[in-house]
């Protein structure tokens, strides 16, 4: 049973052209909203073939989605302690390909906010893993609630998606919402030595559709 969905409208349309530090380039026109839940300012970057949204008259299929939460550290700055950055960068390329959304959600670390994930990653330093350390500060292992995301496709008129994530939670949750979930598509795999063990730690604990080479 869906759950009723707040109303969501679109509030600008802009084209940006976005360029990746590889080189990589492409466009997107990017959505903001009034009416999200949350009061924050999440984004909706229609790409390939949605550039323009299905609201602006653009077709196709089936859109790939995918709902990224904000990593400072990881998109912007390219910390190594995360998948964070090289995720965006692939679901970008993968999602202008096949035409979709990529909805960047203002969830840092998990949802506990920036200061806090840096708290977490000292816990971290001293052995405790990336879940761990989030309980012992006081909150959830994963705070996110996916209901912005839902209330931003609707703004769109999408109904019907494929999500880009390992992340199961994410399409139980946008399911109950309301958007019919056609597959779940994996991410590529992006292991360092230096992300290993928060790697890890997503395989075994939160039920992430990976397999990680050398880790059960």
């Keep these: 049973m869906s759950e009723t969905l707040p109303v969501a409208t679109v509030r600008t349309r802009v084209t940006v052209p976005l360029r990746f530090p590889d080189g990589y380039v ?3 026109r990017v959505h903001t909203f009034d009416g999200l839940v949350d009061g924050r300012e999440h984004l909706a970057f229609a790409l390939g073939d949605r ?21 400072l550290t990881g998109d912007v ?3 190594q302690r995360c998948d964070c950055g090289p995720q965006l960068r692939e679901a970008v390329e993968r999602i202008a ?14 949802g506990i906010g920036l200061y806090a994930k840096l708290d977490a990653y000292a816990l971290q330093d001293a052995g405790l893993d990336t879940f761990e350390a989030n309980l ?8 996110r609630d996916y209901t912005v995301a839902a209330q931003m496709l609707a703004a769109l008129g999408v109904e ?3 999500v880009l994530s390992n992340n ?18 994996p991410t590529g795999i992006f292991l360092s030595p230096a992300n290993a063990d928060y790697l890890a730690a997503k395989a075994s604990r939160a039920a992430r559709a990976v397999d990680l080479p050398g880790v059960r």
């Design 26 to 28: 492409t466009t997107a």
């Design 51 to 71: 550039v323009g949204g299905p609201d602006d008259g653009a077709g196709g299929g089936v859109p790939l989605v995918r709902p990224h939460s904000e990593c």
């Design 77 to 79: 700055f390219g910390s």
């Design 97 to 110: 390909e096949t035409g979709g959304y990529l909805l960047y959600l203002r969830q840092e670390g998990r």
């Design 136 to 143: 012992a500060l006081g909150h959830a292992e994963d705070e």
């Design 160 to 162: 019907k998606i494929a």
């Design 168 to 185: 199961p939670e994410k399409t139980v949750q946008l399911g109950r919402l309301g958007l019919t979930v056609t597959e779940q598509v």
